[in-house]
């Protein structure tokens, strides 16, 4: 049985299950969102309004609106798999689980993403390529990019205070969702949006794999900050202006007000630390 969240319409046959946003429901069909490759490949001929992530994210203007684009994200595989098998997965649910929990955590106050639609196409047997379709935060930008940009646009002083401020902006954000129940499943930086015009506003993006519950853990809200701190020593390494400064201020951030808060952050620093030194260390060998 497919779960429809309020607000929603599923639409189902022998080729397709797309969940539909009610009140978007005529002018998404009538512009054809039933075949979602058709809709990218025309918006990338254009070669503008281009998200990059795991592959090029297309906005496309919504027929019927003079304002509101949509963001059609494409399931793609990674690692090494991703050769052999480029968008093909098994089974049904998977847009329609992430459409259903990003539904949910927009509803109890998380800032993210409004779904417009969820679409599984069918391939093979129980095979099928994944789409999930977004509106689109035009002011936004990934937290790895408005770094980037603001390190080159400001001086010294200015970038160091500006980034403490969002770093600690972010940590808030990410503690919020756990507070209400949220694991994110890929917690990292180019999940996060900032918006340009208003670096306060934080959006938290892309919750496949992600979970909710009545109560996360202090496990589990240690995992996934871990994941969002090793993330910004990786990308560092890459030139992103990050220092292990800003590890500390981003986990003093989301522990303060703890009975245990030092002792949560030094052993969280101590598990980064482990963790990317491992890391490392399998590379290396990996490449000689």
């Given at each position: 049985m497919?779960?429809?969240?309020?607000?929603?319409?599923?639409?189902?046959?022998?080729?397709s299950i797309i969940i539909v946003?009610?009140?978007?429901?005529?002018?998404?069909?009538?512009?054809?969102?039933h075949n979602p490759d058709r809709l990218i490949?025309?918006?990338?001929?254009?070669?503008?309004?281009?998200?990059l992530g795991r592959g090029a994210v297309p906005?496309?203007?919504?027929?019927?609106?003079?304002?509101?684009?949509?963001?059609?994200?494409?399931?793609?595989?990674?690692?090494?798999?991703?050769?052999?098998?480029?968008?093909?997965?098994?089974?049904?649910?998977?847009?329609?689980?992430?459409?259903l929990i990003t539904v949910e955590a927009f509803a109890k106050g998380i800032p993210t993403l409004e779904v417009l639609s969820a679409i599984s196409i069918k391939t093979r047997g129980p095979f099928y390529r994944g789409y999930l379709i977004t509106k689109e935060l035009s002011s936004f930008t990934d937290l790895a990019s408005y770094l980037t940009a603001l390190a080159s646009s400001s001086s010294?002083?200015?970038?160091?205070?500006?980034k403490d401020g969002i770093l600690k902006s972010v940590a808030e954000t990410v503690n919020l969702m756990h507070d209400r129940g949220f694991y994110h499943g890929d917690l990292n930086l180019k999940n996060i949006l900032i918006d340009n015009l208003n670096p306060e506003?934080?959006?938290?993006?892309?919750?496949?794999?992600?979970?909710?519950?009545?109560?996360?853990?202090?496990?589990?809200?240690s995992a996934n900050v871990r994941r969002f701190c090793r993330s910004m020593a990786k990308l560092s390494r890459y030139g992103l202006p990050l220092t292990e400064k800003d590890l500390m201020i981003f986990l003093e951030t989301y522990w303060q007000g703890t009975e245990t808060a030092s002792q949560e952050v030094k052993r969280d620093l101590q598990r980064i630390r482990l963790s990317l030194a491992l890391r490392s260390f399998f590379w290396k060998k990996l490449s000689k």
């Open positions: 497919i779960n429809v969240p309020p607000g929603y319409t599923l639409i189902e046959n022998a080729l946003r009610k009140d978007y429901e005529d002018r998404l069909t009538k512009q054809g969102i490949d025309l918006a990338l001929q254009d070669k503008k309004d281009l998200h906005s496309i203007p919504i027929e019927g609106s003079l304002e509101e684009k949509m963001v059609i994200r494409k399931y793609l595989r990674g690692g090494f798999i991703r050769f052999l098998n480029h968008d093909v997965f098994w089974g049904l649910k998977r847009p329609l689980r992430e459409l010294k002083e200015m970038f160091f205070k500006k506003k934080i959006c938290i993006i892309d919750w496949d794999k992600s979970r909710s519950k009545e109560r996360l853990t202090r496990s589990e809200k």
